[in-house]
């Protein structure tokens, strides 16, 4: 009864890719490198250090023409903001290409190699080859109507954004928590106390610091005064769509039957942050009312720490956080019923918690270790934390007892590069630096604030009697959520393999693209794990054009299969063999090249995943669809077995998401100058974790091994 994946034809993923990585965040890692240097050419300085350069004067945020707007999972429908808030942030909104739709014989040619290696016989490859034939034919009219639609009804978006919101995610009914959220775990921060002071723990600590720097960010969001993400080595470089960030802070995905929908409010009248602790839900303002700018770091931490004595008292409230965990039409049903008991207390209470900026998550109870620890508080909140989440929420920041921190973000509107973009930002000043910063400001004290007492509210406390009471079925939803979100969560395993051996510094010298070379080491991997290959996803951005989220590289190829199938299902032991070993490395180069190949197809929207998908929604009632979408071997090349994405940064230690289909794997991974990181998801019935993360290190251990005895000047001894 696995429902969810029945929408893994659609699935997206962070779309954190190529050109991105080797930007900006390789400039944080030229600074991580040089920790002492006080001074810096701008060209070498993070994208955070960067945007502070241009916080000369306090943004202005602009009241918004209505205090709340409800969205639809249509962009266009709220791209009046856009122009509304103006600056930097939207400036090129306007002059974004639009999505591409490539010639069904572009996308045939592309799509046969990638599917042919999965054929279970040679029937199965010559009736493909048949139905890729004939598709051309077929599909003439349905390519027309496509291309109506981005001339005409989408001329000003995305052909596909629309669909893609909608089908995607929203219409999706799957529990939010393991199908739809993400999680980010970050770096220790090592400027905290050594113990905690004040009755404060270094959670509420590091979580004050991530909310000073949060205040930041979206002051220069909500003013339109950050800079617009661009891509590209030389100027003018490539512009990326901007229209994610408007779903960013002050939101809240809300559940309906059928379609969900995502609430976002306006910023310049919502100046509350949301803060969970112990399963209750509190508000206290964190920033100016009328600027914007974070309040002193000092009255950040007291009214945490309020937070978190309120959560060990106070009105005796069901654990309302699992109500988000479940199916979509549940959680809507539970809405209504809280709606229905709590009536307009409970309606402005939602209010309160859909408003704040983002969600701080005070996991007081927990003080994860290893980064499989960390990975499973901030991806699920597990057994032990789950009821102290808020799914819904597009921003999730979690701090533990121990000054860990993470993030869990909420994928229906935003994909993850700009939310990577506000996690750099955010980590890139640590405690010390925070605090720093706060003191120079004069504002070290919290004199001519309210005091925590005063300020910190309970946002369902009002409400507990009528939540408790005999005409109220809240309690019994509540303990139905909690154990269908315990069973969600017992049944899914996750592993972080930290693979020491070598990075991207090494593979560059072996003449590859790393992320290329790691795909096909992933590749090789799941091979010995299944004894077959697997339909592989890696997520693209496609943001250079209007309204643009993802496309899909496929990695399986005839190049992938040639290389897997001659390393073999065991590792050969023959490097030394130097026949063996040159054709080998020269069947791994041709491998990269072709990923590579496609990598910079999909980038550009070329890719067939998202033509296919556009081209099966415009088959009209009645109509008979082209054969080839009914073909066994083009479902399974699409059923994502292997589902990666790339994200390296140098402040985040981990992160992950689930797998997209039954019999397969989630698989997001780093690739550091000197170490990768891989998080491995799946179902825990298989025990694939544990097994991938050890072939994973053999494959990478292996390839290193042809590639240095290749290399390696043959003795005369």
Same mark, same amino acid.
């Given at each position: ?35 002492? =240097? ?54 090129? !909104? ?66 596909? !954004? ?8 929203? !219409? ?27 009755? =404060? ?32 080595? =030389? ?201 720093? !910063? ?126 897997? =199938? ?152």
């Amino acid at each position: 009864s696995h429902k969810k994946y029945q929408n893994n034809f659609l699935w997206s993923h962070l779309a954190i890719n190529s050109p991105m990585l080797r930007q900006g965040i390789q400039r944080s890692y030229r600074l991580a490198a040089n920790p002492t =240097k006080k001074s810096l050419p701008s060209s070498s300085l993070s994208p955070s250090q960067s945007l502070l350069r241009t916080m000369s004067a306090t943004p202005n945020f602009k009241p918004w023409p209505h205090p709340m707007v409800e969205s639809h999972g249509d962009y266009r429908a709220e791209a009046y903001l856009e122009d509304h808030i103006g600056g930097k942030l939207y400036s090129k !909104q306007h002059s974004l290409p639009k999505l591409p739709i490539p010639s069904i014989l572009d996308t045939i040619s592309k799509f046969l190699p990638t599917a042919l290696p999965l054929a279970k016989s040679d029937e199965e490859k010559e009736t493909l080859i048949k139905a890729c034939d004939d598709f051309e034919g077929q599909a003439g009219e349905l390519q027309k109507r496509l291309v109506e639609r981005r001339e005409g009804e989408m001329k000003d978006s995305s052909w596909l !954004q629309f669909w893609w919101n909608t089908l995607g995610y929203l !219409q999706v009914r799957d529990p939010l928590v393991i199908n739809v959220s993400y999680f980010f775990h970050f770096s220790d921060d090592g400027t905290l106390p050594q113990t905690p002071t004040d009755n =404060k723990s270094l959670g509420v600590l590091r979580a004050a610091s991530l909310l000073y720097s949060t205040a930041q960010f979206r002051q220069l969001v909500a003013s339109g005064e950050l800079p617009h993400e661009a891509i590209g080595r =030389k100027e003018p470089k490539t512009a990326l769509c901007s229209a994610a960030y408007k779903y960013m802070f002050n939101a809240c995905r809300v559940p309906r039957k059928d379609e969900d929908t995502y609430r976002i409010y306006d910023p310049s009248m919502n100046s509350h942050v949301i803060v969970a602790c112990g399963g209750k839900f509190y508000s206290f303002d964190f920033v100016e009312k009328e600027s914007g700018e974070p309040l002193p770091l000092d009255v950040l931490e007291e009214r945490l720490k309020k937070c978190v004595e309120m959560s060990k008292s106070g009105p005796s409230l069901p654990m309302l956080g699992y109500l988000t965990s479940d199916n979509r039409d549940t959680c809507a049903d539970v809405r209504e019923e809280l709606l229905r008991v709590g009536g307009s207390k409970m309606e402005e209470a939602l209010k309160v918690l859909e408003s704040g900026a983002v969600l701080i998550c005070l996991d007081e109870n927990e003080e994860p270790v290893s980064k499989k620890q960390g990975s499973e508080i901030f991806w699920t909140g597990g057994l032990t934390s789950g009821h102290n989440r808020w799914f819904d929420k597009s921003i999730q920041l979690i701090c533990t007892n121990n000054g860990k921190a993470g993030m869990n973000g909420e994928h229906s509107m935003m994909d993850g590069m700009p939310v990577v973009g506000f996690c750099d930002y955010i980590t890139n000043k640590s405690y010390g630096d925070v605090a720093a !910063q706060s003191n120079s400001k004069g504002a070290n004290n919290s004199g001519g604030y309210e005091s925590a007492d005063q300020n910190v509210k309970d946002i369902f406390g009002d409400c507990a009697a009528e939540l408790t009471s005999p005409g109220s079925n809240v309690v019994t939803h509540v303990s139905q959520t909690k154990s269908n979100f315990d069973k969600l969560i017992s049944a899914h395993e996750l592993e972080v393999q930290s693979f020491r051996g070598y990075g991207s510094g090494t593979i560059k010298k072996m003449g590859f693209s790393p992320d290329a070379y790691v795909q096909m080491a992933m590749q090789l991997a799941t091979y010995r794990l299944w004894g077959e290959q697997g339909g592989t996803y890696e997520a693209t951005q496609v943001r250079p054009f209007l309204h643009g989220r993802t496309e899909t590289t496929r990695t399986v190829s005839p190049a992938s299969e040639a290389f897997i =199938k001659t390393m073999g299902l065991r590792p050969k032991r023959d490097e030394t063999d130097a026949s063996k070993r040159t054709e080998k490395v020269e069947l791994l180069r041709e491998a990269v090249g072709s990923h590579a190949k496609y990598i910079g197809a999909a980038a550009k929207a070329m890719g067939v995943d998202r033509h296919f998908l556009g081209l099966a929604l415009s088959v009209k009632d009645g109509e008979s669809a082209p054969p080839l979408f009914s073909h066994p071997l083009y479902a399974r090349s699409k059923t994502w077995r292997v589902s990666t994405s790339h994200l390296t940064h140098p402040r985040f230690d981990s992160w992950g998401y689930g797998e997209v289909t039954p019999d397969g794997v989630g698989l997001a991974y780093s690739i550091h100058p000197d170490n990768c990181m891989f998080c491995i998801t799946a179902l825990r019935e298989h025990g694939w974790p544990e097994r991938l993360s050890h072939l994973l290190e053999e494959a990478l251990l292996e390839m290193q091994t042809l590639n240095d005895l290749d290399k390696a000047p043959i003795s005369k001894l």
